[in-house]
């Protein structure tokens, strides 16, 4: 049986994370002076709180809220065992919505949990998010081929296969929660 989310998500459905950026500091020059969108993307997200609205095998519901905007991310199994994840992203009050199609899930050992995408040319891997023993937080890591052809030539050829780009933490509630 394929992994479902509560395989790649090891946290509790309503739990928050917060994510912190932690891209190297070099790298983080580099994308910057590019232009690369990849460095906006990541500058927005910084401090963002991700709740888990609905966490299931089969499917998962999130929201983010972020200084730099918003967004809602619901995942749902399609008919050819993989899962598409309609998003819609609330940024400068203007509404983008998007769904990612043929999503697959992937473990690896017990920490490490993978996002790809399946297409005809076959599956290329987007996120690694590796957990510690308790799964009180997870390194995200970014599979630099999957956002490659966006940077200019210059930076490509600078970037290792995966960059670790943050960290997502359980935010604990002043009580303790």
Not at 26 to 44: E, V
Not at 66 to 80: I, K
Not at 93 to 109: F, H, P, Q, Y
Request: hydrophobic share 45%; aromatic share 6%.
């Amino acid at each position: 049986m394929a992994p479902g989310w509560t395989n790649v998500l090891r946290f509790a459905p309503g739990q928050r994370v917060r994510f912190t950026r932690s891209l190297a500091p070099a790298l983080r020059t580099a994308l910057a002076q590019a232009g690369a969108p990849a460095a906006q993307w990541l500058a927005a997200v910084e401090g963002a709180i991700v709740t888990l609205e609905r966490l299931e095998p089969g499917r998962c519901a999130l929201t983010v809220r972020a200084p730099a905007g918003s967004a809602e991310a619901d995942a749902r199994p399609a008919p050819d065992a993989t899962f598409d994840v309609h998003a819609t992203v609330t940024r400068d009050g203007k509404d983008t919505a998007r769904t990612l199609s043929g999503i697959v899930l992937m473990l690896g050992g017990s920490t490490d949990a993978y996002v790809a995408r399946r297409s005809a040319a076959g599956t290329q891997q987007l996120v690694r998010l590796r957990y510690d023993r308790g799964s009180t937080y997870a390194e995200v890591a970014v599979f630099t081929a999957s956002f490659a052809e966006r940077l200019k030539p210059s930076v490509r050829a600078l970037m290792p296969s995966m960059v670790v780009v943050g960290r997502l933490d359980v935010v604990r509630d002043a009580g303790g929660a």
